[in-house]
């Protein structure tokens, strides 16, 4: 265990008891009447850990007999104390700012829609399908600039230019979060934050009555932007913009779902690699010249500031510009530097400033991710030594944050993906690469624009490459949602940590156990997937049958859709699928089924929908229509009164047979629905295809 010692002795400083005091003090805030058992468990860690922070940090070493034993006694004491202090301060506070959070009394009762209100916006979040906006209002605007604690959420059409700051006139319905009748885990993220009350804004319903003036930020803000669509092709523009700007929905779902299959999700989010692209600029820049290394520390991180506030302080991006500002400042004043410390310190700092970040699973995931890299990679790189430097720092890292990302994932998401151990040693350098020579592309752009469009075409090209690659990997099918964690698929995660082990006598042929539990994990996971070619799964639910007709990797969905909360179980069976075309059949356009469908072109992408004519035009027709028009999916509306039954529709099955044709889906779903024939007959015409039923 020797080995192990230092790492133990670094992790084990005055910062980690007062984050484990700062994360029980939030589950105990959180917890409101009842007892948080897992505040509890914090609790006691935080407290048995004390004496070996004590040991370890703040204990001073004197000499057997050197000055007065009471003065030895208080100069060993009064850092402890201090140490205390500082805990119960922050424990106390969290805890009556929670509680105020969360117990907010609410606005007067009003009427709803025929009440007028004045809102002044506080942030605004540039979503794909509307703007979700944070504001403060009154029903006078008078007393809208009055001291409110009391915060609500409004949806508003992503096609009005709403920003910070600005007064806005709406009409609305409220709709109060209360605690006991929480319907989603989105709502309970919403109501511990603080916002009392959701809010759906037609926009005939709104008007802007004061714009805010433009500060430097946003000018600069304008200014990329417009360089970025300039010089580079649509595609890698897309890219550079989600990058720059923390927000992935500049990038269209396609590319997003190829991404999350590739397990390279994390690539889309502003993180530790843009922190570290940045702040190398000035770092080199400043000591190719020979300047001083604190102006350049404090340059970077002063350009660090300004993209934090660009990006609007995602919680990952904050994390790293936190790090980078403290391990700045241990430099500048030549304090020991402990990167443990450094890690601790920002969760704190992030937790005191939004409590509710701990339930989030992007700090989770963020935090998990660099303390995985920290603890492990060293043992990992040991293991991994007989192969090129490169390969072996890239599989170390990539394992090291999966040991602790891996079942956050599942826990939250209940996925797990096994392509990204090999995708990130690929994919991360890459858009390494885009990034660096992005940012040299606009550098140049604002002194000569020709320049820089030639000098694009080379990051476009770096970007096709990324994007063929992470294509290639999104279809080997490695991404899989998990219903039931079983012992066998622990045991292959726990063969992960055998590299680990101390005093390890052949550490290089330890690595083999990393392939062997990425193989058992495939073997386990991959049966729970569709392998047949051609296959139909009957849905059975409360409203009736929902066909799922699977051809290659083309898919259909006909017939009555579940009400919206068993929709979402739907979406996550489809999820087993892999598919690159998905066609949706809204046979009963009602609003529920069109409420249904919504969700689903919302959640995939979808390239077809067929509609029932025996529609009527109302509101949500309406946005139906916006919705698929947005999406760029081809709308067919069919009569069904005029459709073949299944007696006069004779088929013949041949192998070039396009099974989820129009006539093919309607053919099968008058088979086993409305003629409620037996799959045998079905299997007469079509003799490769296999059939399933399950029930949602």
Not at 531 to 553: F, M, P, W, Y
């Amino acid at each position: 265990m020797e080995e192990y010692k230092t790492p133990l002795k670094e992790t084990a400083v005055p910062s980690l008891f007062i984050l484990l005091i700062t994360v029980s003090s939030i589950l105990f805030g959180y917890a409101q009447k009842s007892l948080s058992f897992s505040g509890i468990t914090v609790l006691v860690t935080s407290l048995l850990l004390l004496p070996f922070v004590y040991k370890n940090s703040i204990k001073k070493d004197t000499k057997k007999g050197s000055g007065k034993g009471g003065i030895k006694v208080l100069s060993n004491l009064l850092p402890l104390l201090f140490l205390i202090t500082i805990s119960v301060i922050i424990s106390f506070t969290l805890i009556n700012r929670i509680h105020h959070i969360i117990n907010t009394k609410p606005a007067a009762k009003t009427a709803g829609l025929n009440n007028r209100f004045y809102g002044s916006v506080l942030k605004v979040f540039k979503r794909r399908y509307n703007n979700e906006v944070i504001i403060k209002f009154a029903q006078n605007k008078e007393n809208l600039y009055l001291k409110n604690n009391i915060t609500r959420i409004a949806y508003i059409d992503s096609n009005l230019p709403v920003d910070k700051d600005d007064i806005i006139e709406f009409k609305a319905n409220l709709k109060r979060i209360n605690i006991d009748e929480i319907s989603s885990t989105y709502e309970l993220q919403l109501f511990r934050k603080g916002i009392s009350y959701k809010i759906n804004i037609i926009r005939s319903h709104i008007n802007i009555i004061g714009k805010a003036k433009k500060n430097i930020i946003s000018k600069i803000k304008l200014k990329l932007k417009d360089a970025i669509e300039h010089n580079f092709s649509p595609e890698t523009a897309s890219l550079l913009k989600a990058l720059y700007f923390g927000n992935r929905n500049y990038i269209d779902k396609t590319t997003i779902n190829d991404f999350k299959r590739a397990g390279l999700l994390h690539l889309l989010s502003a993180s530790g690699l843009h922190v570290g692209i940045l702040a190398a600029v000035p770092l080199l820049i400043f000591g190719f010249f020979r300047l001083n290394k604190r102006s350049a520390l404090v340059s970077a991180f002063i350009i660090i500031m300004i993209y934090l506030y660009i990006t609007s302080f995602p919680v990952s991006l904050l994390r790293a510009s936190i790090m980078f500002g403290v391990y700045s400042l241990q430099e500048i004043l030549d304090l020991n530097k402990n990167i443990y410390n450094t890690l601790f310190i920002s969760a704190i700092i992030i937790l005191i400033m939004s409590p509710f970040e701990l339930y989030n699973p992007g700090f989770q995931l963020s935090f998990g991710a660099t303390m995985g890299i920290l603890l492990f990679f060293k043992k990992y790189r040991e293991s991994f030594s007989y192969l090129p430097d490169f390969l072996a720092d890239s599989i170390s890292v990539t394992l090291s944050a999966q040991l602790i990302v891996m079942p956050v994932i599942l826990f939250h998401m209940g996925e797990i993906n096994l392509s990204g151990f090999i995708s990130n040693i690929i994919a991360v350098p890459l858009t390494g690469i885009i990034l660096i020579s992005s940012l040299f592309v606009i550098c140049i752009s604002f002194l000569y624009r020709g320049a820089a469009e030639i000098a694009g075409i080379f990051t476009d090209r770096i970007y096709i490459l990324n994007r063929y690659f992470i294509k290639a990997m999104s279809s080997l099918n490695c991404h899989y949602t998990v219903d039931n964690v079983d012992l066998f698929l622990v045991m292959a995660f726990v063969f992960l940590f055998i590299p680990l082990l101390p005093n390890l006598y052949k550490r290089k042929m330890a690595s083999l156990w990393v392939f062997v539990s990425l193989f058992i994990m495939w073997s386990l996971l991959k049966p729970g997937y569709s392998s047949a070619k051609n296959e139909i799964a009957i849905i059975n639910h409360r409203k009736g049958k929902t066909l799922v007709i699977k051809e290659d990797r083309k898919i259909a969905l006909i017939g009555q859709l579940p009400p919206l909360k068993e929709t979402m179980k739907l979406a996550a069976y489809l999820e087993r699928y892999s598919f690159e075309n998905f066609s949706i059949f809204v046979m009963y356009p009602d609003f529920s089924n069109i409420t249904a469908s919504s969700y689903l072109i919302k959640k995939f992408v979808i390239s077809k929908c067929f509609m029932s004519s025996n529609f009527f035009f109302s509101k949500h027709t309406k946005k139906f229509f916006q919705l698929i028009d947005m999406e760029k999916i081809v709308l067919t509306i069919y009569d069904p009164n005029k459709l073949n039954n299944s007696d006069s529709h004779q088929k013949t099955f041949y192998e070039n047979t396009d099974i989820v044709s129009f006539d093919n889906i309607m053919f099968i779903y008058n088979m086993l629905i409305n003629k409620n024939k037996d799959g045998n007959v079905l299997r007469s015409y079509y003799p490769d295809i296999s059939l399933k039923e399950t029930v949602l």
